[in-house]
């Protein structure tokens, strides 16, 4: 069964670096979202992606924030100048165009910690 | 605004129990659809299972069952004869299908399970 694959699995990085978390959706998936969960709490919307623009955002997701899809198969998310509370576990997701409400199937996160 | 509240924050039950999840949810759009997530010890989200605001069947999936009542705005998972395995947290979740809703997901706050042998 297809799935959505995500690198790194995990990643360390130092406060205020760049980080790019990478993606590879399904690949007859056309809506791409990322979410975040800190450690213990809920699954947040950061963004969505549609047609090679952002189609809706979170009020988390501000000017730190951009995510690209490069070629024909990436999706990525990155975070500039990275702060502590950054620290999370991060989902990126997709679904098929086809129908409203359809499941958006997960990746297995990134966990990415800031020192 | 959409709002899932799951206000059963931790659940402890012993092997072969029942269990039922509460979710209740807070939306102003007339079609939305609701759904719930696993999330292992492992970390990744499983999906589970989806309704349509329009479709008030119940619906039994194995050891799985939902009900969903427009009603009361809820929608319950239960799981019958638990097992460890079933251990996880489980996220139920709320797509709008108007306006700026429409496409994400906004999830409660999850129950941890655990099933103890």
């Known amino acids: 069964e297809p799935e959505v694959t995500q690198t790194p699995s995990h990643q360390v990085t130092q406060m205020g670096q760049e980080v790019i978390l990478r993606c590879v959706p399904i690949?007859?998936?056309?809506?791409f979202y990322w979410y975040r969960q800190i450690l213990g709490q809920k699954v947040e919307f950061l963004v969505s992606f549609y047609n090679n623009e952002i189609s809706e955002k979170s009020e988390i997701f501000d000017d730190q924030f951009s995510v690209e899809r490069p070629d024909g198969s990436n999706f990525t998310l990155k975070i500039r100048s990275t702060k502590l509370e950054d620290s999370a576990m991060y989902f990126c997701a997709s679904r098929t165009r086809q129908g409203a409400g359809q499941p958006q199937h997960f990746g297995d996160g990134t966990r990415l910690s800031i020192l | 605004a959409q709002k899932v509240t799951q206000a059963q924050t931790e659940i402890s039950v012993v092997e072969k129990e029942d269990v039922t999840l509460d979710c209740v949810y807070e939306t102003r759009d007339t079609t939305y659809y609701l759904f719930w997530y696993k999330q292992p010890p492992s970390g990744e989200l499983v999906f589970l299972i989806r309704?349509?605001?329009?479709?008030?069947q119940n619906e039994i999936s194995g050891r799985y069952s939902w009900n969903f009542q427009k009603s009361t705005s809820s929608f319950n998972f239960t799981i019958t004869a638990s097992q460890v395995v079933d251990s996880a947290v489980y996220f139920c979740?709320?797509?709008?299908?108007?306006?700026?809703?429409?496409?994400?997901?906004?999830f409660g706050q999850g129950t941890i399970l655990t099933v103890h042998p």
């Open positions: 690949s007859n998936h056309l809506y």
């Open positions: 979740a709320l797509m709008g299908a108007g306006g700026t809703s429409y496409g994400k997901l906004t």
């Open positions: 309704r349509n605001s329009f479709d008030e």
